[in-house]
Structures are given as C-alpha cells and as structure tokens.
C-alpha cells in the first residue's frame, strides 16, 4: 500500500509520502486543505482504520473494497462518496484491450481521500498544479479539487477513444480488402473496448447528474458549471462510443457484403463454365454410347467435326454471355 497526502492553500503547498496510516494522519494535522491518496486495497484495515477517523459509513467502506462496483455517486451526512472508474491501455496488446482500475474518492468539508486499485494514475498534473500554484485549484477548495481528479479520468476516456477511433479509420481502409482475414477478429476487440467504456461512462454520468441535483454544502453553488461541463463531457464520451460501435456495425457490413460480392463472383464464373459444359457434355454422351447402328460412327470426318461443333457452341455461349453482361 502506497500512501501520499498534499496539503495547500491559496499561499502555499506541500507533499508527504506515508509509510503507515499514523504517519499519514499526523501529517493531515496541518492547516488548509487535505488531499489523501491511497494506493492498493488489500489492506483492509488499514483502510477501515482511516475511514473510522472520518467517520465514514460501513456500507461506504464495502463499496471502496469492492473493485467491481458500479459507479456511483451517494451523500451522506458528513461527507460525499463517489466511485469511478479509469481507463488503463494494454500497450502489451492491440486492438483495443483494456485495463479498468477503481478508483473511490470521499468529499468532505476540508478533505479529500481517494482510494485506487492500481498505482499509475493520471493525476499527475493536478499535483503539480497544485504544488506550482497553476490555475485556480488552490483557491477553489476541496470540491473543485474532486472536479479536477473526475475529469482527468474523463479526458483518458477521450484519449482513448481517440485512439480506438484511429483504428476504425483504418477498419474503413480495410473493409474492402476481401483477403483481409484479420479484420473481423479486430473490429471484435475494439467493440469490446468500447462496451467496457459504455459499461463504466454510463453510471458514471448518473452519478455527476446526482451531483448536480445535490443540495449540499460540501459543493457550493458557484461550482455547479463545472461539474455541468464534466457532466456534458461525460455524454459526449457516452456518445462517441455509440457513435463508434454504430461504425464498426458499418464496417463489418461493408467487409461482409465485400466478401459476399466476391464468392458471388467465383459462383458466377463457376456457373458459367458450367453451363458451357452442359451442351458439350451432351453431345459426348451422346456420342459415348456406342451404339452399332450409329451412322456418325463410321464417317471419316466424324471426329473434327464433333470438335468443331463444341468449339463453335462453347464460343457461341461466351458471345452470349458477354452481351447479356453475365460474364
């Protein structure tokens, strides 16, 4: 487990890195605001003994434990919980594989404790904006401090879909290419990343809407735009990823209906050198059977003849082909 704690005002700044949850909370005696972030889950009393300092419901701590849980906003009496998730990219895999890591944060009057699965988060610039005084972060206090860190991990999630729709570009590129046989297998991945996307914007959205229609005094009023753009941002990542699977639906139906023209061709030729050969199979089997009283059977010129009659039928058949554009 990985414990850090910032602490700042509008003069100055500062940042510790814990080695047990004691040290951490000596830390957090200090004047101004409070930013905890703990990193690693397994310790669950480790965990439960800083929630009891806050005060913090048990439900609440069950529901940072549980990596799975849905995104979520909830009030409480003395501080707001919210769970989300971050996108983390495979880079050991292609397509579109894609690691979610839960991330929980508590909001309360001068705190804020966020609880992640995994380390490699993407909050490093909201730390060096704080520690460099960039922007308006110290001086918005804590409940722009939880707009920051939401919408950090809503710009990975435009990140990323950048990057998956750079790939259906190249999906288009493909889709006509009927020896591709990849491509389906890759289309499938990315929708994948996209569903996983959709599985976690779309709570996530519910829960800033809930923020919105909160009457809290933990998010005062002048804040409200902010979270409404994070909100905005949220469904339009909501709706790019509908937008993006409605594509991939394309691109499949383009690739399909390309393979389709194509067996459609081969079944025309095959066809047609079929029907070429019906006629000439005829006249052989006709000719095949032997017959003693067959008076073709005992002319000199029979042979050549019967040759230059499939010719002049096969050619004949081609003629009529072409022109009825079958062939």
């Known amino acids: 487990m990985e414990l850090s704690i910032i602490g700042y005002d509008p003069i100055g700044a500062w940042q510790r890195e814990a080695s047990t949850i004691e040290e951490l ?15 690693g889950l397994k310790d ?23 990596v799975e849980q849905r995104p979520k906003a909830e009030e409480f009496d003395n501080y707001l919980f919210i769970t989300f998730k971050s996108l983390r990219h495979r880079t050991d895999k292609a397509n579109g594989e894609l690691d979610l890591d839960q991330i929980s944060l508590i909001l309360t009057a001068d705190t804020v404790i966020t609880f992640q699965e995994r380390p490699n988060d993407p909050f490093d610039g909201i730390r060096r904006r704080i520690m460099n005084n960039v922007g308006k972060i110290r001086r918005a206090g804590v409940a722009y401090l939880v707009y920051a860190i939401i919408n950090a991990v809503v710009d990975e999630y435009f990140l990323e879909l950048d990057r998956l729709g750079n790939n259906i570009e190249v999906f288009e590129d493909r889709a006509l290419d009927e020896n591709d046989n990849t491509l389906l297998a890759d289309v499938q991945r990315v929708k994948q990343a996209l569903l996983e996307i959709r599985r976690v914007i779309r709570p996530l959205r519910e829960g800033l809407n809930v923020i919105l229609h909160l009457d809290s005094k933990l998010i005062a009023s002048p804040l409200d735009p902010f979270f409404k753009d994070l909100h905005d941002s949220a469904t339009q990542v909501f709706d790019n990823v509908e937008l993006f699977r409605e594509l991939l639906d394309g691109v499949m139906e383009v690739h399909l209906a390309s393979i389709s023209n194509r067996m459609n061709k081969i079944m025309q030729v095959l066809t047609i050198i079929a029907t070429i050969f019906i006629p000439l199979t005829f006249i052989v089997g006709v000719y095949g059977m032997n017959f003693a009283n067959m008076p073709e059977l005992g002319y000199p010129h029979a042979y050549p003849i019967v040759w230059s009659l499939m010719i002049l039928i096969a050619i004949g058949m081609i003629i009529f082909f072409k022109r009825r554009h079958w062939l």
């Open 25 to 39: 909370l000596e830390y957090r005696n200090s004047a101004g605001l409070t930013w905890i972030n703990i990193n």
């Open 44 to 66: 669950a009393a480790a965990i439960s003994q800083i929630v009891e300092t806050f005060a913090i419901h048990p439900l609440t701590v069950e529901d940072i434990l549980d």
